[in-house]
């Protein structure tokens, strides 16, 4: 039997359906490969919960009563003194701020897991200096659920790379979020504003929304693909159409930006009445490795087409290789929402936990 501890950063819709799967399939977890999957440590931005007995039902009451302040050093001192070992940090955080704490995890015993993308799309020095810290620790980080929400995007490309296959390119709809929204705005007459708060509300958005209409969201997609391939890149390289206006997005804050979130409305309006009938609106990723291009941009799409019959929040990932040629290899399905993204970070628990030892 193993059990494995984890301290859960992050207790927004990730991480709150996260908890929730965990409670929901751990009997059955164990049943099948007798994994006892602990949450030592449940924490947000402002309070951490310490959960001495095991986690139930009542999690959220409990973590709003008996949470209290804390430092990351606590946190780490706590689990030494419990003697907690198999350790997995979750970052279900979107904060960059967070990810700079990961070095410090990775020296005091912990794996890493995150849905957080900010790790693996700062700068090309702190991804190979992160790498090289979890090798001197002997330390494992996984994030499939940092391309494509639950879908198995990144495992494939991995695999596809080690066994030696030429990826020549990948293109898709990338974002789950803005399918969502130009899905619902291509076909009805709602304002794109009222699209974007449903869209919100449903928990398909980043925290920030301009993340996504930045274009970055897609943008820090294209650039973990890239450099799973070796395709060594910035941030700053990859083509990126906003679409925030620059005075609601850079330095000005989320507040302002919901207050005057219908000056957006206008752009969009018209770029749908440029559509013919059979014709939708779709924001597409590419990334073409022979011209090291990486492009994020709004097109046109005819309704029919593989991109334009899409539904909800489905992403649709195509990779093309030298063997697979002009019919590439297609993962498609829901790309953003709660539920789907916590059960990828499950699974990347699970992965981890089976190179940990039995105790
Ligand atoms: N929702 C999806 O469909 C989806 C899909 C793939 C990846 N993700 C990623 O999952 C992450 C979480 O998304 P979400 O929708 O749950 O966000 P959310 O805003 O609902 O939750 C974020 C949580 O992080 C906490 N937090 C912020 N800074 C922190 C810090 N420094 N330390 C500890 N906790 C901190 C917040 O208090 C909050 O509890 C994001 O990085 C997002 O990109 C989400
Ligand atoms: N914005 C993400 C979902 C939340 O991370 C996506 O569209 O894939």
């Known amino acids: 039997m193993k059990t494995i501890n984890i301290v859960l950063f992050g207790v927004g819709n990730v ?36 959960n001495k007995d095991d986690i139930n039902n009542s999690w959220e009451a409990d973590f709003k009563s008996y949470g209290y302040p804390y430092k990351l050093s606590q946190i780490i001192n706590h689990v030494k003194k419990e003697k907690l070992t198999n350790l997995i940090a979750v970052d279900a955080t979107a ?37 090289l810290e979890l090798k001197k620790h002997d330390k494992q980080f996984l994030y499939e659920t940092n391309v494509g929400a639950g879908l198995p995007v990144i495992k494939t490309v991995q695999d596809l790379h080690l066994a030696g ?36 509300n449903k928990g398909l958005t980043e925290p920030d929304p301009r993340i996504d209409l930045s274009g970055k969201d897609v943008g820090r997609k294209l650039l973990i693909l890239a450099r799973e391939i070796n395709i060594i890149k910035e941030l700053t390289e990859v083509k990126i159409e906003n679409l925030v206006p620059n005075h609601l997005n850079g330095k000005s804050s989320i507040s302002h930006f919901n ?55 489905d992403a649709s990932f195509e990779i093309y290789t030298k063997n697979y040629g002009n019919r590439p290899i297609v993962i498609q399905g829901a790309g953003a929402g709660a539920r789907v993204t916590s059960r990828g970070v499950l699974s990347d628990l699970l992965k981890i936990s089976e190179k940990l030892e039995c105790i």
């Open 165 to 200: 296959e030429e990826i020549t390119k990948i293109r898709g709809i990338f974002s789950g979020s803005l399918s969502y929204i130009f899905n619902s705005f291509s076909s009805n007459n709602r304002t794109f504003s009222e699209v974007l708060d449903e869209a919100r």
């Open 95 to 131: 904060s960059e701020k967070f990810v700079k704490n990961y070095k410090e995890l990775i020296r005091n015993g912990f794996n890493i897991v995150a849905a957080n993308k900010t790790a693996n799309s700062l700068s090309d020095k702190f991804y190979k200096d992160l790498r």
């Open 259 to 313: 207050e005057n979130q219908q000056e957006l409305n206008l752009n969009f309006e018209e770029r749908r009445s440029n559509l013919k009938a059979d014709e939708v609106l779709r924001h597409i990723g590419e990334l073409g490795v022979a011209s090291g291009q990486l492009e994020v941009k709004l097109v046109t799409e005819k309704r029919n087409s593989p991109f334009g019959s899409l539904q909800e929040a």
């Open 15 to 50: 991480g709150s359906s996260l908890i929730n799967q965990i409670l929901e399939s751990r009997s059955k977890i164990f049943n099948s490969s007798q994994i006892d999957i602990k949450l030592a440590v449940i924490v947000n931005s402002k309070i951490a919960f310490y």
